[in-house]
Each structure stands twice: as C-alpha cells, then as structure tokens.
C-alpha cells in the first residue's frame, strides 16, 4: 500500500470522526480525498508545491489540530505526519505546521508524543529549516522534555537528542562531496572569542545549539534557544551525545573547538570543583573523559588541568574551594575514567609528548599518574591481604633474611630498589591480612560500573577494594598499551627483516637502536615517545605492580599483574633501556626465586621417622623447635614467575648483555631448589657429569598448586571446567626444566654480541658460585685448624686474588645479590654455571670455531681454566671444569672444516687452552686433584691425536710440552717452575735420572706417563706431517720419557720410538734443499739418545747406547761431514766423557758406603753396570770407526783434535777403569788403527799424525805398566793378561803401521814397553805357561817379529831384550793367588799359582840363535854389548844346570840347560869368526884449521858490517838485543853455563834506582817508535847481610865446549860493541851498545858468580883450566873496558835506545853485580892465576884473579870519587 493511500485512509478517518460536530472538517477532509482521488498518481512532490491544493490537503488537518476533541487531534496530527512522511507539505506552511503543533502541547499525552512524532518527521524530513523556525521547533521539544510525564519527558529527551544530531548530521553532510543542499548565503555569527564569521545556515544551527547547551549546562541564558533553564544533567548528556558521535566534526571546525574551549571546559571544570553532586558530576566526568580522549590534542592546555584535576582526585587531595574531602565515589569515577585513558596507549603517548616531554611545562602528567596510582596501591594493603604463595611453601613467614617477612619482605626489598616510598605502608602488611582480603574480579568490581550508572541519584554501593582494583587494571592497561604498540614495529624492524639479501631471518634481534630510525618518521616518534614515558614511570609501576604481585590476587588478577610486568620488561628491553628492564627483572627474580627458599633449602633437614612423643614433647618444648616442618619449595605463582622471566629472556635474548647475569642466577637457583639442592642442578639433559649424587632416592618436588591458597574470589563450580590464565598452566618442574633447556637452546639463535655477553655472564655466574664454595671450604679449614667455631666474615687476607675467582665472602646471613644464595653449610658436588657453560658451548660450537676469540673462545675457556686452577675451589668443581673444558676442546677439532684459512687459528687456540691444564701447576695439599686434572688433560690430548692428528697444522710445539710436563716433577707453588733446556753435550752432572730416583712420585702421577706416552706413540706416527723444529721437540719429548721411572716406557722411548724418529728424518734428509737442516736435526736426536745413555739404569741405558751406535752405523754413510764432526763432538766424545765420569762417580759412592772413613783409591769394590755401558760404547765406538774411518771421520778438518781427544779417552780408560772396559777401550783403537791402514795417500799426513799420537798414548800407558812394576804400589787397576794383551797388539798394530821411519830411541821405547808388559807381575788372571806361551807372551813374540831391524842400534836392542827374555824363568818366576770366586768368603783363601815363563825361555833361546846367525855381521852387537848379554843370559841356565826348572809339564821337551848350551855354542863359534877391530875416524887437524878460518871471517864480517848499520832508527830494539844474545850464547866455553842458568840471570837491574827520577818515572818502558820488551836477562837480585845473593855452586868440572876460540872471539865482539872505541857512527854504536851491554853484563856476571859458587865448595880442589882462563879473561876485559858516557845507565833503564845519546843529570852507577869482584877480592886461598901474552910487549904476563879483582875494586872507586 502506497504512502498516498495510507493518507486517504486517514482523511476517511477524519471525515468520519468530525461529521456531526464538525461538519466542516468533515467537508474539507472530503474535498481533499476527492483531490486525492481525483489524480491518483500523482506523487508527493507535486502536492508538495505551493498551490491550491496544497492548502486544500492541510486545511482539514489545520482545522482539526484547532479542535480541542483528542481523537480528532491525533487523527489530525497522523495525517500530517503522512504528509510529512511523503514530503507534500510545502515548505511555506512548514512554521505554520510548528505553531499548531505548538498549540497542540496542552493535550494529553498521546497527543504530545504524537507531536513529538511529527516533529522529528518534519525536521528530519525538510532540513531546511534554520534558525529561528529551528529553534522554535526544538523548543516544542524542550517544554515536552520538561514534563512531569515520565514518557513525555523521556520521549521528548530522545526525540531532542535526534533532533541535535540532526542538526550536527546536516553539518557532516556539508562535508560530503555530492550531499550538499541548495546554496544558502552564510550567515554572520559572533563567536565566543568576540570574533565574527560567516557560517552556512546549517552550521550555524549546530554552533548556536551547542552553545546554548552549554550555557543552559552552566546555568547561563542561551543565545539560540528561547529557553529559562535546563537540568544541566539533560545538558551533559546531550553535550556528551554530541561530542560522542560528532568529534571529528569539532576537530576540524574551529568555531566549535571555540565552544569547547570557551563553554564546555570552563563549565565543566566548574562542575568538578563544585560541591560534588553525583549525577552532575558523573554526567561532568563522562564529558571530561570524552574531551581527553578525543580533544586531548587541540585542548592542550584545557586537557592539562583536567588531568591534573583527576590525579588529585585519584590521589585523595583536598580542594581548596570545597568544603572537607571528596567523596569515595568521585575517586571511583576519577579512577574509571583513568582506566579508559589508561586504555588507550595513543592518548597516553599524547599525554606524554604534550605536557612530560615539554621542558617548558610543569606538569608531569604521566609521571603524576604513575605516582598517583602506585600511593593509591599502596594505601590499604591490609585490605588486599597477602600471597601466601608469594614467599615459596615451607619457609617461616618472619625468615631471617627479611626483617618484616613474607610478601611484605618482597614489597620492600623491591621497592627500595627504585623508590623507598613504599617501605613504610608494605612494611605494615604483616599480620593484617584477614581471612576475607583480597582482591579479585569476583569480588571487588561493580556489575555496572559506576560511571555508567547515569539512573542513579545518588552514588552506588561501592565494594572497598574496587578502587584498587581499578588501580591494578589501569596499571595493567598502561603496559599493555606499551606492549601492544611496541612489539609490532620491533617485530617488523628487527625480527622479520633480514640483515641482507640471502641472511636468515634474526630471530633474537637485539633492542632497537632509535637513533639510526628515521626522525621524520611517526612512528619512530611514537617509540622514542614509549622509551621516554617507560624510562619515566617504571619505578612507580614497578613499585605498585611489585606490590599488587605479593598480595592476595586472583589466579587472573595475579597472571594479568604478571603479565603486565612481563610486558614491561620486554617494552624496556625492545627500546634498549637497560635500567627499568633490570629493574623488573630483578623484580621478577624475587618473585621467581624468593630468598627464604633457597636459604630454608640450605638448612633443611629431613625429619627423622616419627616415633613416640619425645621428651621435648612432654616438655612442651614442640613449638619452640626452629625450622620448617614443610619441604622448602616453590609454589605454583613461583613457578609461573619463573616461567614469565624464562619467556622474557627468551624474547630479549638479544638484548640483555649483562643482565644475563641475573637471569642465569635465578635459573640456577631454581635448579637448586627444584631438583634436591642442585644435585642434579649440574647435570642437563644432553650430557651427564662425573660428579654424581651421594645416593638416595629423589625428593618429591618442591610445587604447591595454588587450590590450598586462600582465595576470596569466588571459585566456580567444581563441575565446571576453569580455563586457566597461559601464564598458570604447564608450571610442573618437568615442563620447566624444558623450558630452561630451550632457553639455552636459543644461544644457538644470538648473533656474536649477545652471545658473548650470555656466556660472560654465564661464566661470572659460575665465578661467584665457585668463589662462595671457596670460602667455604677456607672457613672449614681454618675452624678445624683452630678447634673452634669462627666468626662468618673472612679475615681480607684470605680472599682469593683479584686475577682468579672472586668469591663474595660476608656473614653468614648475608645473601647474594640476586637470588639470597649463599654458600650452603655443605660444598656442592657440581657448579651449574661450568655445566650449562659445557652445553651452551656444545650447541655453538660453530660459533666458538669459526667466530673470532673474542665473541666466547677466549671467555669460556679462561673461565674454566681459572676454574680448575683455583687452589681454594672444591675439588669436584675443579674437575668439572675439567671435564667440561675437555669435552669442548674434544669436539672442536672434529667440526673444523679443511677449506679456508682458519684451520692452523682454530687448532692452535684448543691446543693453546689444553696445555694450560696440562701444564696445570699443583699445591701440596691438592696434588691428587691436580693430577686428575692433568690426566683429563692428557685423555683429551689422546683422544684429539687419535681423531684429528692427522690434520694438525699448528699447536705441536704446546702437545710436546704437554707431553713432556708429565716427565717433570710436579710444579708446587710457590717454586718456580724450571724451564728444560735445549739439549748439549751431555753434562753428568746435569744428568736427569729416573723420576723416582729424584723426588717423591704422588699417586696417580705415575698414570700420567702412561696416557702421554700413549699420545706420544700416536705422535711418532705420522712424523711426516712435522717440521723440523716440530721433530727436534718430539726427539726432546722422547728423551725425556726415555728418563721415566717405567723401564718398559723408558727402553720404548729410547729404543723403538726414537729409532722410527731416526728413519724419519733421514727419509726426509733425501731433498737436498732441506738436508743441511734435517742433519742438524739428526745430530739433534743423537744428542738426545746421547743423554739417555747416561740414564741410571743400565737396561735403559744399554739400550740407548745400541740405538744410537746402529743409528750411526746404518745411515753414517749417507751423513755429510759437518753432521759427522757434530756427531764426533757433540756425541760420541761428550758421551765417553759422562760414562768415564759417572764410572768414576760410582765406584767412589760404592767405596764410600764400604768403608766411609777411609779413602778409597780407585778399586773394583763391585761389579759395576756403569762399567758394562762403557764398554758397550767402546765396542760401538770401535765398529763405527771401522765402517767411517776413512770415508767420513779423517776428511773432517777437526780429525787431528777428534783423534786426539779418543786416544786421551782410550788412555785414561786404559789406565783407570775396571780391566774389561780397558780392554774394551784398547780392542776399540785397535779397530780404529785397522781401519785407518786402509785411507789413501791423500789421507797419508792426516793418518800419519794420528798413528803418531796413537804412539804416545802408547808411551803413556807403557808408563805406568813400568811404574807399576817399578815400584810395586797399586795405585792403579792391576791390569789383566786380557787388557795387557789388547794393549800390546795396540803397540804392535801402532809400530807395523809407522815403524818404517822410527829411530832407534823410539825402538828401544817400543822393546822396553814389551819388555815391561811381559814382565808384569800383577794380574790375577795368568795363563799357564810351561808347555805353551801365554796369549800375552805370544802377543809380545808376535810385536818383537815385526820391528824394522834396519835402523842402526835396533838389532842390538832387541837382542839384548831377547836375551832378558830367555833369563826371565831363572830369574823373574814368582806366585800369585787367583782371585776369590764369586760367593766366596772374603777370609777363605784359593790356593796360589806360579807363572814359570819356561815356555817363553824355550821360544827366546832358539830365536836369539836365529837374530845372531841374521845380525853377525853388524859391528854395534860387538862394540855395546849385545853379545856380551847373550852369553850372561845363557850362562844363567848352564850354570844352574840341574837346578833349572823343568821343561814341561806334561811333555817331554829337553832341559833348559841344554837348550841354552847348544844355541850358546852355536853363537860363539860364529862369533869368534866375526870378533875384529874397527877403528874410530876423526877430523884431521887441517880440517879443524879451515873451519876455525871460516868461523873468524864471518866474526869479522859481522862487526865491519853489521855492527856500525844496525844501530838506525829502523831497526827495531829486539833485533839488536838479540844480537847481543845471541853473541852471549857463542861465547860460552863450557856447559856449566847451560847448568846454571838459572842463576847466572838472577842479576839485579839497578832501574829501581832510577824509577824516582822526574823524567823517567812512571812512563811506559816501550820506545814510540821501536817497541822493545824488557829484557829476561836480569832479575833483580836479593842480597843477604848486605851482600848479593850468590847462586849454588858445585864441584863439577863440567864438559868443554867444542870451538874454544871461537867462544871467545864472540866474547871479544861482544865488548867490542860496548866499547868506546870506534868513533865513526857514534850515535849508531852508542845505541847498539845500550841494547847489547845486559848482555854483556850477564855473561861475566855469569862468569864470576859460578866461581865464587864453586869456591866455597870446591876448597883446596883446584879448578878446572877453562873456568880459571875464562875468569882471568873476564877481570883482565872489565879492566880495559871503556863504555860510551852514559850507556850502563841507557842500558838500564825503560828505554835504552831514547836515553842511548842523551841522558838526564843523574850520575850513572856501576851495576852492582860488578861488587862480585869484592868477594873475588877478599877469598881466602890461593887464588887463580894464569899467563897471557901482553898485548902491548908480547910477553907471557901472569894475571892472578886477586890482583885483577882488586884493581876491579879501585876503578869502582874511582867512579864513586873514593880514592883506594
């Protein structure tokens, strides 16, 4: 049915209604149906036209309104409202239309809501009304609103707030593009500012509505609406209505934000500051909230005063305008409010950037709301109660750590550490919380929130807690808004972002860096803006939600609370404020971990088995027992703490750094307390750990659900099932053992940076644990050592050191920083930290392989190698450290890869790391732990050579010092660690015997050799992956394992190992590039085998001793000189040395235990094994000489010196040790001497000198066989016939390989050595030798058969030795005694032997028959008395005839007399035949003469010569000093000048008479020009009594000299160079004179000394010839000598050639052995006298020695100015 019908049908209506009393009604509804009628499709809009029949339509409708019938009117009235429904009113009769309807108000009620009705039609319908018309219209609507009439009123309310937000409705469609009406002409309007603009109708309907709305609200008379009054309730709320649908609207139009800033907020603040009404203020409340929320921007300053109004209120400040304080209810409304700001986090972001951040404004907002709520929290705490969950289950609620206990302690501890507000309301929580508080959702919050009451007149029944409530939910909204904002953009920013093109997406980023955001970005505005408002406010949220945590919440209330500081906490950490993040996780630790557990864990113990009531009991006494009846544990809200800061670390896992370190505190206090006191706390689930629980099943675990808290909530219905909070489920230990597992899982997600703060932190977590155990155990210590208990605080000094770990050590009520932990009563059997470093290290081993040291390497293994290093840390913890570092440095080695370069970094850090606990030193009351370590250290090492050995590229040099650590004693702090050196040629005194021969071996140590030589086997290997430098430590290493206490590892190492070592390196020796370096390297490994042939022990010596001889033998060939000279020097030489010493050391210690007081020579005491050794090397020596002799040794250019220094070894050995090694020694020059017969005549000189040096070894050694036999003494060995044996076929060998050139001398030395040898009588070894000859006897034979005979002299030497030889059984036979066998008691004596030497005779007589027949020839056996000894040893046996001994023993040989009598007679019949005179030529006199001319001529050329030139300057002063000596040696006549040498130069040098002169003291004695030493002629010369010292003198004639006169033309030259004779060449001669007179000087004084010697002796015997002539010539010369002026004094001094022609003014003295002539002068006797021919008359003149000598004496006067 069509509109148009429906008003047909309401005209039919009215007509029908109106026909009898109001006829023309009825006619003018009739004439509008027929109009209607009459054009029945015509539409609305045509009637709608002003015209004739428009007004006939509405005239019946008119005229009914006019009546004052009910029902017409309300048939009037609908079937205007059809007219306006269909829009065919014109507008013209629109305010027609309003003032009927006006008239029509005084009906009832039906009729007013009928035009209530068609009032909203007609405005809604034709929004052209404006103005006035509109105003009139409202104003219908306001008198209804003012009706007594509930539904009139309330219809007439809502119908008025339509019809405003119509109005504001027409002012949005201006807006619209294409909704825009006719265009009206603006109107001019006065805004509230004074201003005046011109506004569209429409939008000036809005603002005068509005404005009048205000006024009317604030009692004030409206401008636009003819109205008195309004409720200012209805005003609000349609203020609020509108701002409620229409804020956008005021936000872009200024004149309404002129309202509002003008009207509204004045108005409203009015209201608030007012006496508080309730449905005013509720109505003002809900206005303020929408300005906030929606104008909070554009009404800065108004926004401030509102907020600032709230948080007074909320605060509870009175105002000063009204009268006491604010009611409860305004509280709840402000704080309702304030839940919806809070809500918002955009407002609250503006909140913050409009008034906190500016520095120019004084109000804080959001701080003052922060602080508002966190007083409102705390204000009745005894109203919310406590949590009894809060402080753990089985802990006392007044614990020792916190002085108020429980939740309370919690309150206060974190508060104070960001605000100390609290402490004082928190700390009277204590005993007020009843059995009903609380706080929950149940129960403390409204149905309808009181803000929304709008019905009420009054305030609502408030519950007390509901403020508090709404406190925590503003709290709660306030970080969630934080959460919600950030969260996103740090997900979009750093999580889902990759770092690069291809990267893996980061899935734990670090915290947000703002500043490398873009700042013109909003949204890095907005973050910066959260940062700040966080970093502002978080310790009073921190404070109040600390706080709302430990009290009696709801599981919901209680997961929301948690949550929000979850969200808190990762808002700080996403915008990297690490302060208010520490601080709430710190926070959350406390609630995770509460103090009381852990330390009630620490003192629990389990009760005993109940039994019957205790005496305590009956006392009364079970209520004053301490401690917990519970089992200390965790509740179910720890646990979910727990669980809340796992998932915070989890998230900012990036960001933490440090913080980490309160985290993984509180993880291993949770395993501490979760699992038995963190017995299993070591141990994760990917790997165990050798330290185990003591036994013991486990406990249950220590979790309470929360159903046995007491809860004031209303609990559901058990048959309903409760979901539960996220945050409340999956609390059982099990699950969260997981969850902590998955956490450190996620490091393997950390980039370098985080990771090495997590694991930083891991390890100083693990430091403070172990130093904490550390003190605890120096406490046990000193408690025992001093019997008594200690205070809890360490004395300073026992504090570990600063560089090690760092133990908090304080009373023993003082807790940890974090947790409350402290060092438990009993030591711990693991550390947490070391083990979930192991498993952190383990999932990232990439990390520490291929990242640089820094990031964790470095940081994880200095941790635990201080660990393990730690002298005061616990055992167990040090091993674990151990264990843990070892599994790493295991695994890295397997998961390097070969490709790049990092390969020789990586395997040198891990190696680096291993020889630090290897090489691990120890303390004398934890060697046993150290050992451990070491032998985890060296299990690690094996395990890493045997899997990846073969690629090790660098770190040997640290495994060699690993390995060879364990050979060393261990290291025991304090002292000093010494450092082996590079090995040398061995010093015995600096030998390393085995270790147990050297020091105390602990237990344990002794398994360390074993699995290093086990890795040292795995070594040598793969030796061909090393360097040489590598080698020469292994060849070290192997050394020193050669010197171990285990001979099966010593004899191993110095055999086997070091053998393959050998082959190695000479495999290597094959490049001819490297062979230079691997001889060197070889001479090294000998030098090393050299060492252990000087070890202690003679199989490991022995042993040594053949692998360095067959390692020389085997590859000597293919050895380069310089390597054989090193061999020679460096090994074989050095090593004979140290044998011969430690020979020597021996016997001298074994001597010394026999008899100590008293010396000992050098004796076999005992067989020695030192003495096996040394004649094992002499052996080897001898088979290595007779290999390389010739091709190696003799071409090195130090052979001559090597040579020697063997023969002086060969000879001392020879001559000093034990019999076998001396055979031993001479069986090895043997060798020697055979194999040098062979070198070629190149090698002639060379083998030449050395069979030279063999000789005078020889010489040597035959020495002391005679000495020995001379003079009986046994200061030596008596040598064996074995060692005497080798000895002469040494001589023999010598002789046949250089004999040809020998002289005669050397042949007698050679028979006489023979002689001697053959002839020793003091070997106790003898064979017998009266059948057959000895061995020695046959090896002397054999030695005289091959002397050379040919050298003249030798055939009567040997034949005269020959000859003693057959008298030796006649005359040398002598017994002996055997020595005793072994066993044998030293009295029991065996019985003696005798050695005969009757085989010999037997041999010697034929063979003096056969040198005879073959040397008869020879004159010399006639002349020196060969034959004459031939026939006295003959003579002996035919003499003794029958006497003689017999011939044999057991044969039948003829008697010696008759063998000596037939070679006799056959002698001296070939005898008689040769016996002839040989007459001795001499020189004929002629002969003589000639040569006595010759002599002369060269005198007299050498002083025409020579004399008168060699006095120039260029010739230096020892050339002619030594002329002078040369004519001083010429002119001696007899040899007793030869004799007395000595004492004819003991004359005394008058210079230190001269020394105090000016011009000559303290110079130097040497010319400038011509250096010239001081001369050895004179010595200064004692005197006694005043006398000069007279040498020995002796009654020896003496023997003349040949050439007699030419003795003394010397002696005439020799004064005539000192004499002033010839005056050509003065200067020359005068120098020449000064250098020749000490000479001079000498000679006579030589002279004339000897005979004042002899005379004292010699008394009346009369001298011989010469000496009388030689003394009168030398009186007669010194008489006529006459010296240059001034030479005896030049002569004399330092510089005879300077002071030669010009001397200073001193007056020369006579030499004082010139007074000799006074001892000449006075001798008593007749004195010596000879005559001589008188140069000047030519007669013979008799010169007496007396005369002379006084004449000698006047001169001497003379020069002294003394008359005689």
């Given amino acids: 049915m069509s509109s148009l019908a429906f008003l047909a049908t309401e005209l039919q209506s009215l007509a029908s209604e109106t026909r ?25 809009s045509h009637l709608a036209k002003d015209g004739p029949q428009s007004e006939e339509l509405l005239k019946p409708i008119f005229m009914g309104c006019s009546t004052r019938n009910a029902k017409v009117v309300a048939i ?25 309807m006006g008239d029509s108000l005084s009906q009832g009620v039906d009729i007013q809501l009928k035009v209530l009705q068609t009032l909203l039609s007609l405005l809604t319908n034709y929004p052209d009304v404006h103005d006035e018309l509109l105003g009139d219209a409202l104003l219908l609507c306001f008198r209804l609103q003012d009706s007594r009439i509930a539904v009139v009123s309330s219809t007439a309310a809502a119908t008025l707030r339509q019809l405003v937000m119509f109005v504001f409705d027409k002012v949005v469609d201006l807006e619209k593009p294409g909704l825009k009406g006719p265009e009206l002409a603006p109107v001019p309007t006065q805004l509230p500012d004074g201003s005046t603009e011109s506004l569209h109708p429409s939008v000036k309907d809005a603002f005068s509505v509005f ?48 309202l509002l800033r003008h009207h509204l907020c004045p108005m409203l603040l009015k209201s608030m500051s007012e006496r508080p009404l309730f449905p005013l203020t509720l109505r003002s409340t809900r206005v303020v909230f929408l300005l906030l929320k929606q104008f909070c921007r554009e009404l800065v300053t108004e926004a401030e005063v509102f907020l600032m109004l709230l948080v007074k209120i909320i605060s509870g400040e009175a105002d000063g305008e009204t009268s006491g304080a604010r009611p409860g209810w305004m509280r709840v409304l402000a704080m309702e409010i304030m839940r919806g700001v809070c809500s918002d986090a955009e407002l609250l972001r503006v909140i913050w950037d409009q008034y906190d951040a500016q520095p120019e404004t004084s109000s804080k907002v959001f701080s003052s709301l922060v602080s508002a709520l966190k007083r409102l929290a705390t204000e009745r705490p005894s109203l919310l109660g406590v949590g009894a969950q809060m402080s ?115 899935t734990a980023p670090p915290a947000l860096d703002l500043s490398t955001l873009p700042d013109a970005d909003a949204t890095t505005h907005d973050l910066r803006v959260v940062g700040a408002m966080v970093d502002s406010g978080w310790p009073g949220l921190l404070s109040a939600l600390s706080f709302y945590i430990t009290t009696n919440l709801s599981d919901d209330l209680f997961a929301d609370t948690l949550t929000a500081i979850q969200n808190l906490t990762n808002v700080a950490g996403v915008l990297g404020l690490r302060t208010p993040r520490d601080a709430f996780l710190t926070s959350l630790a406390k609630f995770a971990i509460p103090p009381g557990v852990v330390s009630s864990v620490d003192t629990y113990v389990e009760p005993s088995l109940p039994r019957t009531a205790s005496v305590s009991d009956a ?18 809200r720890n ?51 050798s330290v185990v629980p003591s036994g013991g099943t486990p406990r249950p675990s220590r979790i309470v659900s929360s159903t046995g808290s007491p809860n004031p909530a209303a609990s559901p219905s058990t048959s309903q099932p409760v979901v539960r909070h996220p945050l409340l489920t999956e609390l059982d230990p099990e699950t969260i053992q997981l969850t902590i597992n998955r956490l450190y899982d996620g490091t393997k997600n950390l980039d370098d940076e985080a990771f090495k703060d997590f694991v930083g932190s891991l390890c100083k977590l693990s430091r403070e644990m172990v130093g904490m155990q550390a003190s605890k155990s120096i406490e046990l210590r000193l408690s025992e050592s001093m019997d008594e208990v200690m205070t809890p605080s360490l004395p300073s000094a026992l504090s570990p050191s600063a560089g090690g770990l760092s133990p908090m050590i304080g009373t023993a009520k003082s807790s940890r920083r974090v947790s409350g932990m402290g060092a438990s009563k009993s030591t711990r059997a693991g550390d947490y930290g070391i083990a979930r470093l192991g498993d952190v290290a383990l999932l990232n081993i990439h990390r520490l392989i291929y990242r640089s040291p820094e990031v964790a390497w470095t940081t994880v293994t200095t941790h635990l190698l201080d660990t393990l290093q730690d002298l005061d840390a616990p055992p167990p913890i040090r091993l674990q450290a151990a264990e843990v570092l070892d599994e790493i440095l295991v695994v890295v080695p397997r998961n390097i890869s070969s490709v790049g370069n990092s390969q020789g970094d990586i395997q040198g850090r891990v190696i680096e790391v291993l020889s630090q606990q290897v090489l691990l030193e120890g303390h004398i009351s934890s060697l046993s732990v150290v050992i451990d370590i070491k032998k985890l250290g060296l299990e690690t090492l094996h395990k890493i050579l045997q899997s990846s050995g073969h690629s090790l590229v660098v770190g040997w040099e640290a495994i060699f010092d690993m390995l060879g650590s364990v050979c060393q004693p261990l290291a025991i702090k304090p002292s000093p660690l010494a450092s082996p050196g590079t090995p040398t040629a061995l010093n015995p005194k600096s030998r390393l015997p085995p270790l147990s021969l050297t020091t105390s071996v602990p237990k344990g140590a002794v398994i360390l050799v074993r699995i290093a030589f086990q890795s040292l086997t795995l070594v040598c290997e793969s030796l061909d992956s090393l360097t040489p430098e590598q080698l020469r430590l292994c060849i070290r290493t192997l050394g020193q394992f050669g010197r171990q206490q285990e001979t099966n590892i010593a004899l191993t190492a110095a055999e086997s190992l070091l053998w393959g070592v050998s082959d190695s390196i000479q495999a290597k020796r094959k490049d001819v590039e490297k062979e230079p370096v691997y001889s060197s390297l070889w001479t090294f490994l000998l030098l090393e085998l050299q060492g252990l042939c000087n070890d202690s022990r003679p199989e490991v010596r022995n042993g040594a001793i053949q692998t360095l001889f067959r390692t020389l033998q085997l590859y000597g060939a293919t050895l380069s000189l310089e390597t054989w000279d090193d061999v020679i020097w460096k090994v074989v030489l050095p090593l004979l040395d140290a044998l011969s010493i430690s020979v020597k050391e021996s016997v001298a210690a074994a001597a010394a235990e026999m008899e100590p007081a008293t010396p000992t020579p050098v004796t076999a005491l005992s067989k020695n094994p030192w003495d096996e050794s040394k004649a094992l090397t002499l052996q080897s020596i001898g088979a290595v000489l007779s290999d390389f002799l010739v091709s190696k040794v003799m071409y090195l250019e130090t052979f001559p010196k090597a040579w020697d220094a063997f023969v002086h070894h060969v000879t001392d050995s020879a001559l000093h040790d034990v019999r076998s090694v001396s055979t031993a020694s001479l069986r090895c020059l043997e060798r020697g001497l055979k194999a040098s017969s062979n070198a070629g005549m190149d090698l002639r000189p060379i083998v030449s000198a050395a069979w030279e040096r063999t000789w005078v070894a020889c010489d040597a050694m035959g020495d002391m066989v005679a000495t020995e036999l001379d003079e009986g003494s046994q200061r030596l060995l008596p040598f064996t016939q074995e060692c005497l044996q080798a000895f002469v076929e040494v001589v023999a060998l010598t002789y046949s390989l250089s004999g040809n050139g020998w002289e005669l001398e050397r042949i007698k030395r050679l028979l006489a050595i023979l002689k001697a040898v053959i002839t020793y009588s003091s070997s106790r070894d003898y064979r017998p030798d009266i059948d057959s000859l000895s061995p020695i006897q046959a090896a002397v034979l054999d030695a005289i058969e091959k002397i050379q005979l040919s050298v003249p002299g030798a055939p009567s030497a040997l034949i005269s030795d020959v000859a003693e030889y057959s008298t030796l059984a006649f005359l040398a036979a002598f ?27 037997k041999q010697t007589m034929p063979r003096l028959l056969q040198l005879y027949l073959r040397f008869k020839n020879v004159k010399d056996i006639y002349e020196d008395g060969t034959i004459e000894s031939v026939f006295s040893a003959f003579s002996i046996p035919m003499k003794l005839k029958y006497d003689a001994p017999a011939p044999s023993k057991f044969g039948s040989d003829p008697p010696l007399w008759k063998t000596a009598t037939t070679n006799f007679l056959d002698i001296a019949k070939e005898a008689a035949k040769m016996i002839e005179v040989f007459r001795n030529e001499t020189m004929s006199l002629e002969a003589q003469a000639q040569e006595e001319q010759f002599d002369l001529a060269l005198l007299n050329s050498l002083e025409i010569d020579v004399v008168s030139r060699i006095g120039d ?3 230096p002063d020892d050339l002619i000093v030594q002329l002078g000596k040369t004519l001083q040696i010429a002119s001696r006549i007899h040899d007793l000048d030869l004799q007395r040498e000595a004492a004819s130069s003991n004359f005394s040098s008058p210079r230190s008479s001269i020394a105090s002169h000016p011009e000559t003291n303290g110079k130097a004695a040497k010319s400038k020009t011509h250096g010239r030493s001081e001369s050895k002629d004179f010595k200064p010369a004692g005197k006694v009594n005043g006398h000069v010292d007279i040498p020995d003198g002796g009654t020896s004639t003496g023997k003349l000299l040949p050439r007699e006169r030419f003795s003394y033309w010397c002696f005439d030259l020799l004064f005539l160079i000192c004499s002033d004779v010839v005056k050509e060449h003065e200067v020359l001669r005068k120098r020449v004179a000064a250098l020749v007179l000490p000479s001079l000087l000498s000679r006579c004084h030589s002279v004339l000394a000897n005979y004042v010697a002899d005379a004292r002796l010699r008394g009346n015997l009369p001298f011989p010839r010469a000496q009388e002539e030689e003394l009168i010539y030398v009186l007669q010369k010194m008489l006529e000598l006459n010296l240059w002026h001034g030479s005896l004094w030049a002569a004399l001094s330092a510089q005879p050639s300077k002071h030669a022609s010009t001397q200073p003014d001193v007056e020369p003295t006579l030499r004082g052995a010139a007074l000799v002539a006074d001892a000449i002068a006075s001798m008593p006797g007749y004195p010596p006298s000879v005559w001589v021919e008188d140069g000047q008359q030519g007669a013979a003149v008799l010169k007496d020695a007396r005369q002379l000598a006084r004449q000698a004496l006047k001169e001497i006067g003379k020069e002294m100015g003394v008359e005689i």
């Fill in 20 to 44: 009898r009393k109001h006829p023309e009604i009825r006619e003018a509804a009739e004439k509008s149906l027929t109009i209607l009628r009459a054009n029945p499709e015509q539409n609305a």
């Fill in 76 to 100: 009037s009235l609908g079937s205007l409202q059809r007219l306006i429904g269909i829009r065919a009113v014109p507008g013209s009769m629109i305010p027609a239309i309003v003032s009927i």
């Fill in 211 to 258: 404005e009048d709305l205000c006024l009317l609200a604030n009692s004030e008379q409206p401008n636009f609406l003819k109205l008195q009054s309004l409720p200012k309730t209805f005003a609000l709320e349609l203020i609020e209505s509108v701002l409620t649908n229409y804020h956008a609207l005021f936000r872009k139009r200024a004149e309404f934000l002129l």
């Fill in 392 to 506: 753990g289950i089985g802990v006392q609620s007044h614990s020792a750590e916190s002085p108020h206990g429980g939740a309370a302690a919690y309150g206060l501890e974190v508060a104070g550490r960001v605000a100390s507000v609290a402490t004082a309301t928190v700390s009277n929580v204590v005993g007020m919380s009843g059995p009903e508080s609380g706080l929950s959702v149940g129960g403390s919050s409204m149905k309808l929130q009181c803000i929304d009451q709008l019905d009420k007149a009054d305030s609502p029944i408030i519950p007390e807690s509901y403020i508090y409530l709404l406190a925590l939910q503003c709290l709660v909204s306030i970080c969630e808004g934080f959460a919600s904002f950030t969260f996103p953009i740090y997900s979009g920013i750093a999580v889902q972002r990759p770092r690069a093109a291809g990267d893996a997406v980061i």
């Fill in 619 to 636: 006392l009364g006494f079970t209520g004053l027992t301490s401690g917990p009846t519970q089992v200390p544990g965790l509740s179910e």
């Fill in 639 to 689: 646990m979910a703490c727990l669980k809340s800061i796992i998932s915070t670390a989890m998230y900012l896992a990036g960001s933490l750094g440090p913080t980490w370190f309160d985290i993984l505190e509180v993880l291993q206090n949770a395993d501490y307390v979760i699992t038995l006191k963190g017995t299993r706390g070591s141990q994760s689930p990917s790997r165990r750990l």
């Fill in 1375 to 1401: 017994d002996y005694e055997e020595p005793p066998l072994p066993g044998m008691a030293a009295d029991r004596k065996r019985p003696t032997k005798r050695v005969t030497y009757i085989a010999l005779a």
């Fill in 1513 to 1515: 300057s260029n010739v």
